[in-house]
């Protein structure tokens, strides 16, 4: 019995819901999202909560009613408050800009600067200050594409184990190793 799967989703009033064939749609103050439902999953939509019920209970259907009640709740949660993650470049002459809006210029040790475009959802912040870590700051109301996002940027140049260098999550931690002097 999935305990995730049984809890009723709230909607908020300035958040709208419409179940239309296998798609959800959610729209709220800061955009709208939708997701196709696979497998023997019914949601019913009540007043101002969500439910979701398997039809069967086979492992394939358990498996989805606690995921599909999660993607739900991170939509609503979404569009009507928002998700931030937090990067941060380390490393001596690391830099991060911001070029038209949307490309993010970083400058992590390489030969040449790095420009990612960014999707249209997702908005970007560049903190510079002085004697602190340059933090890059994504936010967006679709929590899937963000993760996607903020995983493409650290992958640039992952912490490495000896110095930890590189660009990493705020409060990630990086188990450092000894190097040959330590012997």
């Known amino acids: 019995m999935s305990r995730i799967g049984n809890i009723p989703v709230l909607i908020p009033n300035n958040v709208f819901v419409k179940k239309q064939d296998n798609i959800i749609y959610i729209k709220g103050p800061l955009g709208k999202l939708n997701q196709k439902i696979i497998g023997d999953i019914n949601i019913i939509i009540n007043h101002n909560q969500i439910i979701v019920k398997r039809k069967h209970n086979d492992k394939k259907n358990r498996a989805l009613h606690g995921l599909y009640r ?6 609503i949660k979404g569009v009507s408050n928002g998700f931030k993650k937090k990067l941060e470049l380390i490393g001596v002459g690391f830099r991060a800009n911001i070029n038209n809006n949307k490309i993010l210029n970083l400058n992590i040790g390489y030969s040449h600067n790095i420009m990612i475009k960014l999707p249209q959802s997702i908005t970007l912040e560049v903190k510079m200050e002085k004697n602190k ?11 899937q594409l ?7 940027i650290r992958s640039l140049r992952k912490p ?11 409060n990630e931690y990086v188990i450092k190793k000894p190097g040959k002097s330590a012997k």
């Open 146 to 152: 963000l993760g996607i996002v903020a995983a493409k």
């Open 160 to 170: 490495e184990p000896y110095k930890g260098k590189g660009i990493r999550y705020i």
């Open 70 to 75: 999660m993607l739900i709740y991170n939509m």
């Open 133 to 143: 870590k340059t933090q890059i700051i994504l936010k967006s109301y679709d929590k």
